[in-house]
Nanobody
Framework: VQLQASGGGLVQVGGSLRLSCAAS????????MSWYRQAPGKQRELVAT???????RYADSVKGRFTISRDNAKNMAYLQINTLKPEDTAVYYC??????????????WGQGTQVTVSS
């Protein structure tokens, strides 16, 4: 399974971005899609998750500003980021828990997309 994250960039404080994650490969279904982020010198942290049924969970630090969504037909996930803060600067990674066509399961990561917030 390949995951391609895109949409990052350099934005000013208070700005917005929309990240996209495209999954491809021998996918039967995607159970959970998630966004993580890793800032320089810090551990990777979970930002948001969404199940195939649309249930969502968010880190406390992003509640009310970030919105995760997905398009099951396209095997896509999105992260709408509003009211960006300098502390949101990080590489953002998507992750997918996938059931493959052969019935096996795997969890895969995308390559990451850089979000930089300037003050």
């Amino acid at each position: 399974v390949q995951l391609q994250a895109s949409g990052g960039g350099l934005v000013q404080v208070g700005g917005s971005l929309r990240l996209s994650c495209a999954a491809s490969g021998s996918i039967f279904s995607i159970n959970v899609m998630s966004w993580y982020r890793q800032a320089p010198g810090k551990q990777r942290e979970l930002v948001a998750t969404i199940t195939s049924g649309g249930s969502t969970r968010y880190a406390d630090s992003v509640k009310g500003r970030f919105t995760i969504s997905r398009d099951n037909a396209k095997n896509m996930a999105y992260l709408q980021i509003n009211t960006l803060k300098p502390e949101d600067t990080a590489v953002y990674y998507c992750n997918a828990d996938v059931t493959l066509n052969d019935g096996s399961y795997r969890s895969d990561w995308g390559q990451g997309t850089q979000v930089t917030v300037s003050s």
